[in-house]
């Protein structure tokens, strides 16, 4: 039986100047054979909290069990430890062999030579992802190129609705490919209809201006450098800040009181508002939530609003990676072929990180009777962007630094009235192309 070690606490310190002290793994060294024994011990690291510490450990039992011989020791931590924890064993070399990785953060790993190419593995079959999208397993590539991560779990935004509340008001729901500016005219009918507020804040979320960017030929990265100019910034925050100025998103000083608050405390989910931008996979957590304050009301996730060029939606994708310096790839590979492909380990796992992106298995869950009905709902409309074929999501390195908070921090001084929106939307673009090129 594994042991799961459970990090209390770990020394903080900062992901990007960690790594940028040490080079890691020694880039020039050949990296370890994939050949040999599937026997001896790895460890496996990921974040989560309780229950999905307890959904892995039941992954790793079945695992275990499936091949006898091999030992997987589990180290665990949440979100914010795990990767400050990461970044200094990248820097040190000794990443666990199997450590759990995020598409968005991935390049400050990849880039620097910590994580093992895959694209060998998978031509071999000691991984198999036959039944992974290719648009979704390449959101698992650097931006030289090479597969460093095998996505799992997908998460993605969408606009989470009332529709309850929506319908009462005698308004639709949104329709298929609604676009921008439908959007802008629906928010703005809801308020005048309530004379409240119609959503939450929309100009400081990064995963709306990058739905914005994608949806007008544009994007964060590109080649490695960033993939948008300030007037690309400057259109969405017009778009934004209009909505606010008309009284039809909160105000600044209800988005500065509620920012950092759990989904759970939300005014969308505390039925105070009747739309929210989020990622889908908090459907089912909002939904529990005004189950209790307000019964009665039927929430809905929808894609996100279409554009120019299509559809905004990107995956960010949590997988599996196998460290530069791991010694028992083989085993390795085969526990991520494990993990993606066995469907009892899917039904276990329950797509409690994302839904999950080998199409078998989605469906299984989709079938099982323990699958709730918001569950079903994010991992239905999943199957419908995968099926569309969203254009995959490759992420550069300073991420964290530019996209989670640098934009929050702009649209926030645009808001209180601080700066104008080209004074953001300059001063936010030079920002992003120092920290990125």
């Known amino acids: 039986m594994h042991r799961n070690i459970r990090i209390a606490a770990i020394t903080a310190v900062a992901l990007a100047s960690t790594l940028a002290l040490s080079a890691c793994g020694g880039g020039d060294a050949a990296p370890p054979s994939a050949e040999g024994e599937i026997a001896g011990e790895i460890q496996y690291a990921w974040w989560g909290g309780p229950a999905r510490n307890d959904k892995t450990e039941a992954v790793i039992d079945l695992y275990e069990e499936a091949t006898p011989g091999v030992t997987v020791k589990g180290t665990t ?8 924890n990461a970044s200094v064993q990248a820097a040190g070399g000794n990443l666990p062999c199997v450590p759990q990785m995020q598409n968005r953060l991935m390049a400050d790993y990849a880039d620097r030579g910590a994580l093992l190419p895959l694209d060998d593995l998978v031509e071999s079959g000691a991984i198999d992802v036959s039944a992974i999208p290719e648009s979704v397993l390449d959101s698992g590539r650097g931006s030289d190129g090479k597969l460093y991560m095998i996505p799992y779990g997908a998460a993605f935004g969408s606009l989470l609705v009332n529709a309850t509340d929506i319908e009462a008001l005698g308004l639709p729901l949104p329709p298929e490919g609604y676009d921008w500016e439908w959007l802008a005219d629906w928010l703005t009918e809801i308020s005048e ?40 910034v400057a259109d969405f925050w017009d778009y934004a800040a209009a909505l606010q100025d008309a009284g039809v998103t909160i105000s600044a000083e209800r988005a500065s009181e509620t920012q950092g608050l759990p989904l759970e405390q939300n005014d969308f989910s505390q039925g105070t508002v009747p739309t929210l931008f989020w990622p889908a996979n908090g459907l089912g957590t909002a939904q529990a939530t005004i189950d ?10 929808f894609p996100l609003p279409s554009g120019p060029s299509g559809n905004g939606s990107a995956f960010w994708l949590s997988g599996l990676s196998i460290a530069e310096t791991c010694d028992n790839v083989a085993t390795a590979a085969d526990f991520i072929d494990f993990f993606v492909n066995d469907q009892d380990a899917a039904l276990v796992y329950a797509s409690d990180n994302g839904a999950n992106t080998q199409t078998d298995n989605l469906q ?17 409309l999943y199957q419908t ?4 074929g969203v254009a995959p999501s490759v992420y ?20 209180f009235g601080e700066i104008t929106v080209e004074e953001a939307a300059e001063q936010f673009t030079a920002e992003a192309e120092s920290a990125i090129g």
Do not use: C, M
């Open 77 to 84: 931590s949440e979100f914010g430890a795990y990767f400050e």
């Open 193 to 232: 209809k309530t004379g409240g507020r119609a959503t939450g804040i929309v100009g400081n979320q990064q995963d709306v201006l990058e739905a914005w960017l994608r949806s007008h030929d544009a994007d964060y990265y590109d080649e490695g450098s960033i993939g948008f100019e300030a007037e690309d």
């Open 292 to 301: 209790q304050v307000d019964p009665g009301h039927e929430l809905q996730a």
């Open 364 to 380: 299984a869950i989709l079938d099982s009777p323990d699958t709730t009905a918001a569950k079903k709902a994010e991992l239905s």
């Open 385 to 388: 962007l995968a099926d569309e």
């Open 396 to 415: 550069g390195k300073g991420y964290a630094s530019v996209f989670q908070q640098a934009v929050t921090r702009y649209f926030q001084q645009v808001s």
